[in-house]
């Protein structure tokens, strides 16, 4: 299950040197537009203390955490919906990922000059995000060209649902509303989906900050979270998170605390980006290891124990389930059963975050 978030923004705002933060893969970060072309994509651990907890109880021969895919997407400039800047090629990578970290420069720097000039967070946001309405504008108007060519020939063709959600979002668009928040019914959104709508993605802003704008992001930070909301906002110092990467973790911890904060800021990024997909989280306990696997929230216990194997959904008799806190609170698998903290669900159970779980199945 490969969900991936793309990071994107204009250049020259640290795409990359955040990308090495997570995942200190060493890319090139240079202070030029374009530095980086083709996208890199890196497989980042998810920080996940319950299985931490987990682990120290039980013991286990190893301890397997989940993962979250990101892909570091060369700098949109102002055009790139007609094709200025390789925009059309950059547009066509974003189409392939899952879910958005627009990543805005909320610092002023001599050695990093600024695309438009200076720092501006707000309308750098609207740079970007009127490329995209106006990407997805063309692309649902194409689309729905050619749905109505067919319908004009089969007037009750199934192809009519899909052409009535585009003309909502077209509509939508064309008031300059991206498609996730349009008012659009679960139905509608289905349809959509397959034509991979940029602005449909679920985003979430970060705040590129300076050291001694930490922890809470400074004024530039302030004046975005007023138009895109406070929760919408993460801030975090790419090149202080990527120089304090290399440190070991106790060194880590007291240069993160000095700066007011609890934990690195990639960390908070990482757990937040597996929000915006939409994933959570259940464990199992078999074979010696302990695992993390990664669901999207609403998948039912069958589809859950196919995420480890196809055998497992297609012989699935019944999954044995117990919350991660009673495990602790029992003392191990084991004292379960004598707490009653177990239960016995079917196939059609909605595996719950943080849900440890023993399949059984025919082989």
């Known amino acids: 299950m490969a969900l991936h978030i793309g990071i994107i923004g204009l250049p020259n705002v640290g795409k990359s040197t955040l990308f090495n933060a997570l995942t200190r893969a060493g890319v090139e970060a240079s202070n030029y537009p374009f530095c980086t072309v083709e996208p890199n ?17 039980l013991h286990p021969e190893a301890c397997i955490p989940s993962f979250v895919h990101f892909v570091d ?8 919906s007609r094709g200025e800047g390789l925009g059309n090629r950059f547009l066509a990578r974003i189409r392939e990922v899952d879910a958005l970290i627009h ?7 001599g050695n990093a000059p600024h695309v438009d000039g200076g720092v501006d967070p707000v309308r750098d946001v609207e740079t970007v995000d009127t490329e995209l309405k106006l990407a997805d504008l063309a692309s649902a108007e194409g689309i729905a060209g050619r749905l109505e060519k067919v319908l004009r020939s089969h007037p009750r063709a199934p192809e009519r649902v899909a052409y009535e959600a585009l003309g ?3 509509a939508g668009l064309e008031r300059s509303v991206p498609v996730r928040e349009q008012e659009l019914t679960d139905a509608q959104s289905s349809t959509l989906a ?9 985003v979430l802003y970060v705040s590129n900050v300076s050291e001694t704008d930490l922890p809470d992001g400074g004024a530039a930070t302030a004046r975005l979270q007023a138009v895109v909301g406070s929760d919408n906002v993460l801030p975090l ?5 990527a120089e304090l990467g290399e ?24 757990r937040a980006g597996y929000v915006l997909l939409g994933l959570i989280t259940f464990y199992t306990t078999a074979n010696e290891k302990l695992q993390a696997w990664e669901i999207r929230e609403g998948t039912r216990a069958a589809a859950a124990a196919g995420r480890i194997h196809s055998d497992m959904e297609r012989g ?10 009673d495990v602790l609170a029992a003392g191990g698998i084991a004292g379960l059963r004598e707490t009653g903290s177990v239960r016995a669900e079917g196939r059609q159970y909605l595996v719950q975050d943080g849900d440890v779980i023993r399949f059984l199945f025919n082989e």
Do not use: H, N
């Open 73 to 80: 997407i060369a700098g949109l400039v102002r055009g790139a």
């Open 194 to 202: 397959p034509f991979s709508l940029l602005t449909a993605k679920p």
């Open 316 to 325: 699935f008799i019944r999954a044995e389930v117990a919350a991660w806190q």
């Open 168 to 170: 909502l979002a077209i």
């Open 237 to 241: 110092a790419a090149q202080i998170e």
């Open 103 to 109: 990543l805005v420069r909320c610092y002023e720097s």
């Open 247 to 270: 440190l070991p973790p106790a060194d880590r911890r007291v240069f993160f605390a000095d700066m007011g904060l609890d934990e690195p800021g990639v960390s908070r990024l990482i």
């Open 41 to 57: 994509v890196g497989v980042v651990e998810v920080p996940d203390e319950r299985l931490q907890r987990l682990g120290e109880l």
